[in-house]
């Protein structure tokens, strides 16, 4: 099974032909302090498309709200931006206007796994035992049951389940699948 994220391009020793053609997408996230005073600021997870970009806002029973996340086709650069938490921001006070009174406690960037129509890669390869699970984008936390429920048929009954078949590897040419993401040293 190969689920690397988006490292399941750069494993050395795979061959080529099914080597997946999983890019880098770079999304920054960031997470907000509520005090309690603000208690309870916000409820239910809040999901929305503003000025063109998806943001989404989920309050944490810890009093914690972590808003997200860009998508920048960045390469392999994790660097956090001012730029991006600006937009987060931005986006998230559309929506909710007093959460740029909240203290900021964190920012990070990380890298989704993206196939070259951002769905999913699943299912069997051209090496016999290999099975991708990879590729889910931004998507990738809301898919993980489904993911596992997919996999764990194909594994214990040797086939991929009808749900599934859209998003086999197969549906990429060779050409494609061959392309190998440079990484920095």
Same mark, same amino acid.
């Given at each position: 099974?190969?689920?690397?994220? !988006?490292?399941?391009?750069?494993?050395?020793?795979?061959?080529?032909?099914?080597?997946?053609?999983?890019?880098?997408?770079?999304?920054?996230?960031?997470?907000?302090?509520?005090?309690?005073?603000?208690?309870?600021?916000?409820?239910?997870?809040? &999901?929305?498309?503003?000025?063109? !970009?998806?943001?989404?806002?989920?309050? &944490?029973?810890?009093?914690?709200?972590?808003?997200?996340? @860009?998508?920048?086709?960045?390469?392999?650069?994790?660097?956090?931006?001012?730029?991006?938490?600006?937009?987060?921001?931005?986006?998230?006070?559309?929506?909710?206007?007093?959460?740029?009174?909240?203290?900021?406690?964190? @920012?990070?960037?990380?890298?989704?796994?993206? !196939?070259?129509?951002?769905?999913?890669?699943?299912?069997?390869?051209?090496?016999?035992?290999?099975?991708?699970?990879?590729?889910?984008?931004?998507?990738?936390?809301?898919?993980?049951?489904? @993911?596992?429920?997919?996999?764990?048929?194909?594994?214990? @009954?040797?086939?991929?389940?009808?749900?599934?078949?859209?998003?086999?590897?197969?549906?990429?040419? !060779?050409?494609?699948?061959?392309?190998?993401?440079?990484?920095?040293?």
């Amino acid at each position: 099974m190969l689920a690397a994220g !988006s490292l399941s391009g750069r494993l050395p020793g795979l061959p080529d032909e099914v080597v997946p053609p999983v890019r880098p997408v770079k999304g920054q996230v960031l997470r907000l302090a509520v005090p309690a005073a603000y208690a309870p600021f916000l409820t239910r997870t809040v &999901r929305a498309v503003v000025r063109g !970009s998806h943001v989404y806002l989920v309050p &944490r029973e810890n009093g914690e709200l972590v808003v997200g996340a @860009t998508s920048e086709e960045m390469g392999w650069d994790t660097t956090v931006t001012a730029g991006g938490i600006y937009e987060l921001l931005r986006d998230a006070h559309e929506l909710v206007p007093g959460i740029t009174e909240l203290p900021l406690t964190e @920012t990070r960037a990380g890298l989704r796994p993206a !196939s070259p129509d951002n769905a999913p890669l699943l299912g069997p390869t051209a090496l016999p035992g290999l099975h991708l699970a990879t590729g889910h984008h931004r998507n990738g936390v809301l898919l993980t049951p489904v @993911t596992g429920d997919v996999m764990a048929e194909l594994l214990t @009954t040797g086939e991929l389940p009808e749900v599934a078949r859209p998003f086999t590897p197969h549906r990429f040419s !060779s050409a494609a699948v061959s392309v190998r993401q440079e990484q920095p040293a």
